[in-house]
């Protein structure tokens, strides 16, 4: 690699910035990466219309930075942050490490943003063109004792309720301080719990709507773990549980082919158990339009992608779009969500 990975990042971020401030370009961008939207593509889920169920996944815009230029890519959903309550510096540079040759990216970014207000500012601005729906990663900072994850969380949710569709809890991250163990059962259990009641009462003092919550996972447990999590989540009130984060290793979280069996394997489990209760958003290692697929078919009510995109580019989520639309006419499924959970026993196994 010529270029540090996160300089490359970052010029793309830029690019994109560029292209947002430029309407014919934008237009551009539009017409040759979305597709236009298709009724059996679109997917009601926790009181939100997604016109396709394919997401970008946290990370990748952590600042808000370019929702519309993204947008105009075709997800059908951002997933913006994590975010912190503070700006955040992360751990030291170098920090992001890819192989192109064999699809992974290792990172030990550690939740570098700008923090919650400057990201505030930026969403209120936000105005995505089509129905891309937007939601935000929280998270605490580095430095704070796990106890404070839930004051901070509800601290950036205030500051962000009304530019968001949905907000989601990262208790997985692999690169910081505790971050398995905030993911253990008892800390999520009551996490979620206050967190669910924090949330009705930000809508109730706003007069909104409560805003769909969702929790992600990390991919670092036993099928036992998983199980439990499910029990976990089932009676924690969220709208969605995001299966999975980056994997913990030595270097940081691993992401891309590595975890893709793993993620499809916790999927299909997490459905089994759910049996259709909570809705899952799969995530990790999808990289081909036929993963995707696989995911749908495993039991992901939505998917989300982040290596794939860095390494197949914009056009990858018509790509995925387009083969699903394929096979599901070919396997004599009316809408993507009837398709959902089809072989989830089969790949549980
Ligand atoms: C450089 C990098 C930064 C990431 N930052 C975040 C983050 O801030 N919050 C989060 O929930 N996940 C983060 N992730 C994890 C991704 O959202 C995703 O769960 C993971 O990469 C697996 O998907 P993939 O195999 O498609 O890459 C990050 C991943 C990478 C590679």
């Known amino acids: ?33 979305r597709q236009k939207p298709e009724k059996e593509l679109a997917v009601k889920l926790a009181g939100l219309e997604f016109p396709n169920p394919v997401g970008l996944a946290a990370g990748w815009d952590k600042d808000a930075l370019a929702s519309e230029a993204l947008s105009a890519f075709g997800f059908g959903f951002l997933e913006l942050g994590t975010v912190t309550r ?21 990172n030990r970014v550690g939740f570098a943003n700008d923090g919650a207000e400057a990201v505030a500012g930026r969403l209120k601005r936000i105005d995505p063109k ?15 004792h796990p106890k404070r994850l839930i004051p901070e969380a509800v601290s950036i949710m205030e500051m962000c309720y009304s530019y968001v569709s949905f907000f989601s809890l990262n208790v997985s991250s692999p690169n910081t301080p505790q971050g398995f163990k905030m993911g253990g059962r008892g800390f999520l259990e009551e996490s979620l719990r206050e967190l669910s009641a924090q949330n009705q009462h930000i ?13 992600k996972i990390s991919p670092t447990v036993s099928l036992a773990e998983v199980d ?13 549980v995001i299966a999975a ?24 489990r997490l459905r089994s ?77």
């Open 203 to 215: 809508a109730q003092r706003l007069g909104q709507s409560p805003k769909p919550l969702f929790v």
């Open 130 to 144: 089509g129905k891309t729906v937007v939601g935000l990663s929280v998270g605490k900072m580095l430095a704070s």
């Open 245 to 268: 984060n980056s994997m913990a290793t030595p270097r940081g979280g691993l992401s891309g082919l590595p975890l893709q069996l793993i993620a499809l394997k916790m999927t299909a």
């Open 86 to 106: 503070w700006p955040e510096k992360g751990h030291p540079r170098p920090r992001i490490f890819r192989s192109f040759k064999d699809q992974w990216i290792v």
């Open 1 to 33: 690699m010529l270029i540090d990975a996160e300089t490359a990042h970052h010029a793309a971020l830029n690019f994109l910035r560029a292209i947002q401030g430029f309407p014919p370009a934008l237009g551009l961008a539009r017409l040759c990466y």
């Open 228 to 240: 439990e999590l499910a029990r976990v989540i089932r009676g924690s009130g969220v709208s969605g």
């Open 273 to 349: 158990r759910l049996a259709g209760s909570v809705p899952i958003i799969g995530v990790g290692g999808i990289l081909t339009p036929r993963d995707a697929w696989q995911r749908v078919l495993a039991g992901a009510d939505l998917i989300q992608i982040f290596s794939g995109f860095v390494f197949r580019g914009p056009g990858f989520v018509r790509q995925i779009l387009s083969y699903c639309l394929d096979q599901m006419h070919k396997e004599g499924f009316s809408n993507i969500s009837q398709a959902c959970g089809a072989k989830a026993d089969y790949y549980a196994r």
